[in-house]
């Protein structure tokens, strides 16, 4: 069960365990479409919070 307090008060949804967090390091034009996409499917049917921050990544070149 998934659970929560926020402006809407307590929410409750049908995944089991705690609340979920999804973290990824992503370019801006990704990271827009994931925003726009979760705004669009999720928002009016989850109790969601989207963060979008600049980040950079200690020794990058071993990941491209």
Known sequence: M????GSRHRRAGEW???NVRIE???GIALADRIV???ALEEFHNCAVIVFVSDVGV???EKYV
């Open 2 to 5: 998934v659970q929560g307090e």
């Open 24 to 26: 990824t390091n992503v």
């Open 36 to 38: 726009e996409h979760t």
């Open 58 to 60: 200690v020794r990058g």
């Open 16 to 18: 089991p365990g705690d």
